[in-house]
């Protein structure tokens, strides 16, 4: 199994900064995509940005310019650098990761594991 932790959550005014980090932590050798997603209250989880096991990356139009994944293999752990945050990015923000399952050992032990989240950490913007 995959545990997953994220931090780096909080309260910012407009036009401000804050860098969430996601530590890896158990089983990690079957990771492929590292993806972050937020909940805003009564709306459905959405796909923020996501970061491939070759750091091949993707932005929803949303974020687009602001905000910037990365991760760092060694350390086990993927960033979500946002900027110039506005109050609609105020949501609950979840770390998750995905599975490769191209190999004999992968697939046996996740065949049926879709993939692993984070608790999530509260982000808010004030206007």
């Known amino acids: 199994q995959v545990r997953l932790v994220e931090s780096g959550g909080g309260f910012v005014q407009a036009g401000g900064s804050l860098r969430l980090s996601c530590l890896a932590s158990?089983?990690?050798?079957?990771?492929?995509?590292m993806n972050w997603y937020r909940q805003a209250p009564g709306k459905e989880r959405e796909l923020v940005a996501a970061?491939?096991?070759?750091?091949?990356?993707y932005y929803s139009d949303s974020v687009k310019g602001r905000f910037t994944i990365s991760r760092d293999d060694a350390k086990n752990t993927v960033y979500l650098q946002m900027n110039s945050l506005k109050p609609t990015d105020t949501a609950v923000y979840y770390c998750?990761?995905?599975?490769?399952?191209?190999?004999?050992?992968?697939?046996?032990?996740?065949?049926?594991?879709?993939?692993?989240w984070g608790q999530g950490t509260q982000v808010t913007v004030s206007s």
């Open positions: 998750n990761v995905g599975l490769d399952k191209s190999s004999p050992f992968c697939k046996a032990q996740y065949n049926d594991v879709l993939g692993y």
């Open positions: 970061v491939t096991s070759e750091s091949s990356t």
């Open positions: 158990g089983d990690t050798s079957c990771m492929s995509d």
